[in-house]
């Protein structure tokens, strides 16, 4: 079971705060939303950042970005003024994020994400259009830090997508990796190189372009994207913005490889550009619904970027879910910011990569290697085993008669429905079709569950009545009929009923009897009206405790107590 959060700031500024709520996902879907208050104001916010940045711009550092022309340059930092500007910069953002918005916050994320998963990866991901946000150090905030609350999660950025389309992503050996290779002007982009082929150890089939020692082409560049069939594509090189550096001298907008990208994006999982100032290219990329994709929130020193591509590779590679290898990497990055005398550091670097995804996508993991199995040791076998696995034998075989004796549980005959089949044909809209499919699936008899040895069969019963996940989807479809498709008494009383199964809740059972013929339709419909409204108003009074749940006319209708048992038709 994956569970995520989606904080979605809303559009505000520093000077007056940003609205924010929460939005709670478990195994892709949307479970529970809330409303917050907003984040404070921090006026001063991005002319720190900016000052930084300028600072941290000017370190005259080997980076991956496309070259600056030299009359653009008008000062040369010193690290000294780097880290210190580092320093200021981290200190506001930890004060802003002590503020007791973010404690509330804290809370309502814990109390859902905890439970059940205290030590287990989870994602938390920003959703906000403003730039100096997507560049926070939202990881120095007390739900990642703080012994007890979230440590092992790992904040990332939200990608575009469609809920109505969720991927499924899954790297199968072998791994089609395409590794492009841009200018390696003062760069060292052997070691990259390096780093990727060892890949091949791992599973995975490499398509490098260019070969190593000669140049890369627009066409060639082109071209081989265009061949449409990479789980993962990689860049190395310089970029800037929403342009990546192909040769000397040759820059290449991102919507130049718009055509090529498309045709690429229906099988990729991931994209990784270990090269500057990458989100504009992020969020072009984001265009295609591609799932996953890592890049560098600024600048990026060479060191740096090999580095990461190591430590991620590393922890990826050994079955580690991808989110969680970002996180890994990014701390072991922080060897690099310490000041030591003499000697280079790099402020920041564990701040620049960042990864962006689709809050659908199921966690994506390298595939690892099957278990070797152990050979078998033949035991002797004694008189009195033998004996008891004779006995075994006979009793499964008594076990077996008894079973062909005994009288096969039937699904309710035609004409009857606990929610399973439409009765009133007048029309048979599809999501209301869904939300009954999904109940069928849990009103089989006894029998077709019996082979429980069986992945399906397991599958079904845990669905059904372990975690109620037909249920809850039945629940879904069927309040979406009701609220898109026709206001009929038979969708909300299905629609009761399928809460109260997936709230595991007690409950009486009546039986109603209707004329269902197609041209006693509205005669039926009148006689359920009033049923399904007495049976709603019994079913509000057991919602009050499960604020994701809802029934349709709970602002108009009087909640009223059976028993504290709800009431099934």
């Not at 152990?374 to 034998?393: G, S």
Request: charged share 25%.
């Amino acid at each position: 079971m994956v569970k995520q959060v989606v904080i979605r700031i809303e559009e505000g500024s520093f000077k007056s705060g940003f609205p924010v709520s929460l939005e709670f996902w478990e195994d892709g879907r949307i479970i529970d939303r809330e409303k917050c208050s907003s984040l404070p104001p921090n006026q001063d916010f991005p002319r720190v950042y900016d000052e930084w940045k300028n600072i941290y711009t000017e370190l005259g550092l080997e980076v991956r970005a496309i070259e600056i022309q030299q009359e653009q340059i008008t000062h040369v930092s010193s690290l000294e003024e780097c880290e210190k500007a580092t320093r200021t910069l981290e200190s506001r953002i930890k004060n802003w994020l002590e503020q007791p918005i973010f404690g509330d916050i804290t809370g309502k994320i814990l109390g859902r994400l905890k439970n059940g998963t205290p030590n287990k990866s989870v994602r938390v991901i920003i959703d906000t259009s403003n730039d100096y946000l997507r560049k926070l150090s939202w990881d120095s905030w007390d739900l990642f830090q703080k012994k007890g609350f979230l440590p092992q999660a790992e904040f990332t950025l939200l990608s575009q997508y469609f809920q109505d389309n969720p991927p499924t992503e899954i790297l199968e050996k072998p791994i089609n990796i395409l590794a492009i290779f841009g200018s390696g002007r003062g760069l060292q982009l052997d070691q990259d190189r390096k780093l990727i082929d060892n890949l091949r150890r791992h599973g995975a089939s490499i398509n490098s372009i260019p070969e190593s020692g000669k140049s890369l082409t627009y066409e060639d560049l082109f071209n081989t994207l265009w061949q449409g069939n990479w789980d993962i594509i990689f860049y190395s090189g310089h970029s800037s913005g929403g342009t990546i550096q192909v040769g000397d001298g040759l820059n290449v907008p991102i919507n130049a490889l718009r055509e090529p990208l498309r045709k690429a994006a229906s099988r990729l999982k991931l994209a990784i550009f270990n090269s500057c100032d990458g989100l504009d290219i992020g969020e072009y990329l984001a265009d295609f619904d591609i799932p996953n994709m890592i890049v560098m929130r600024e600048y990026v020193p060479d060191l740096v970027a090999q580095r990461f591509l190591k430590f991620f590779l590393d922890e990826f590679t050994k079955g580690q879910p991808l989110h969680a290898s970002v996180r890994e990497a990014r701390r072991r990055l922080q060897q690099l910011e310490l000041p030591i005398p003499n000697k280079l550091f790099y402020p920041r670097a564990s701040k620049l990569p960042v990864l962006i995804q689709n809050p659908t996508t199921p966690e994506l993991y390298w595939p690892q290697p099957e278990p070797e199995a152990k050979p078998l040791t033949q035991l002797p076998i004694t008189p009195r085993q033998i004996m008891q696995i004779v006995l075994f034998l006979l009793i499964i075989i008594g076990f077996l008669a008894i079973y062909r004796r005994i009288p096969k549980s039937e699904a309710l005959e035609d004409n009857t429905s606990k929610g399973e089949e439409i009765l009133l044909a007048r029309s048979k809209p599809r999501d209301k079709q869904r939300g009954v499919e999904a109940v069928a699936k849990c009103q089989k008899p006894l029998n077709h569950f019996l082979p429980i040895w069986k992945s399906n069969i397991r599958q079904q019963w845990d669905d059904c009545f372990h975690t109620k996940k037909s249920y809850r989807e039945a629940a879904k479809y069927l309040e979406e009929s009701w609220d898109r498709e026709r206001k009929d008494p038979e969708t909300l009383i299905y629609l009761n009923n399928a809460i109260l199964e997936e709230m595991g809740a007690d409950y009486y059972t009546i039986v109603v009897m209707v004329p269902v013929l197609a041209n006693d339709a509205e005669l039926a419909e009148e006689i359920l009206r009033g049923v399904a409204q007495a049976q709603t108003e019994v079913n509000l009074s057991l919602l009050e405790n499960f604020s994701h749940l809802t029934l349709p006319g709970a602002d108009a209708l009087d909640s009223k107590s059976l028993n504290g048992k709800g009431l099934k038709v």
